[in-house]
C-alpha cells in the first residue's frame, strides 16, 4: 500500500526567509521565484507550485516551453503574457493556462513587480525542464 505524502504548511515569511532561485545564464530573463511546493523538499507526488517575480523596467522571462502544462495565477502587478505568439494583457487576479509544450513567456509592463503563483503537475519542480527559444538543444535548470 502506497503512503499519503505528509500535509505541508510553509509559514507566512517563508518567501523573506529563504533565498530565491534563478536561473543560470541572466539570457533567460530577469526573473527569480521560490518554490513553495516540490519534492524531497515537501511530501508531494502530484504537484509542485510556487511564486515568480520579475521587476519592474526589465522584468520578463524569455519565450520557452516545457513538457508539462502551467497555470499563472497573478498575485501583484501587470504585464504581457506571450503564449503560442498570441499576446494578452495581464494583471493582479489574472489566472492563465499553459498547454504541455506552448512556447510561452512574460514581461512586467507595469511600474512594480509583477509577481505570481505557478503551478506544475508534477511533483518535482526537477522535472521541469525548461527549453528557451534559439536555444532548443540546451536545457536551463534552476540555480539553488
Given at each position: 500500500?502506497?503512503q499519503?505524502?505528509?500535509?505541508?504548511?510553509l509559514?507566512?515569511?517563508?518567501?523573506?526567509?529563504?533565498?530565491?532561485?534563478?536561473?543560470?545564464?541572466?539570457?533567460?530573463?530577469?526573473?527569480s521565484w521560490?518554490?513553495?511546493?516540490?519534492?524531497?523538499?515537501?511530501?508531494?507526488t502530484h504537484?509542485?507550485?510556487?511564486?515568480?517575480?520579475?521587476?519592474?523596467?526589465?522584468?520578463?522571462l524569455?519565450?520557452?516551453r516545457?513538457?508539462?502544462?502551467?497555470?499563472?495565477?497573478?498575485?501583484?502587478?501587470e504585464?504581457d503574457?506571450?503564449?503560442d505568439?498570441?499576446?494578452?494583457?495581464?494583471?493582479?487576479?489574472?489566472?492563465v493556462f499553459?498547454p504541455?509544450?506552448?512556447?510561452h513567456?512574460?514581461v512586467?509592463?507595469?511600474?512594480?513587480?509583477?509577481?505570481?503563483?505557478?503551478?506544475?503537475?508534477?511533483?518535482?519542480?526537477?522535472?521541469?525542464?525548461?527549453?528557451?527559444?534559439?536555444?532548443?538543444?540546451?536545457?536551463?535548470?534552476?540555480k539553488?
Open positions: 500500500m502506497t499519503r505524502p505528509k500535509p505541508t504548511i509559514p507566512s515569511t517563508y518567501t523573506q526567509t529563504t533565498s530565491p532561485e534563478t536561473f543560470p545564464a541572466p539570457i533567460h530573463g530577469d526573473i521560490h518554490t513553495l511546493i516540490s519534492s524531497p523538499q515537501t511530501e508531494s504537484l509542485c507550485a510556487g511564486i515568480a517575480t520579475c521587476p519592474p523596467v526589465t522584468g520578463h524569455c519565450a520557452h516545457h513538457t508539462q502544462a502551467e497555470i499563472y495565477h497573478i498575485l501583484d502587478g504585464g503574457v506571450t503564449i505568439g498570441v499576446v494578452s494583457k495581464v494583471r493582479a487576479g489574472s489566472t499553459i504541455s509544450d506552448a512556447e513567456g512574460i512586467n509592463t507595469g511600474t512594480v513587480e509583477l509577481r505570481w503563483y505557478y503551478v506544475f503537475p508534477t511533483g518535482s519542480f526537477g522535472d521541469v525542464v525548461y527549453r528557451f527559444r534559439g536555444d532548443e538543444k540546451e536545457t536551463a535548470k534552476a539553488l
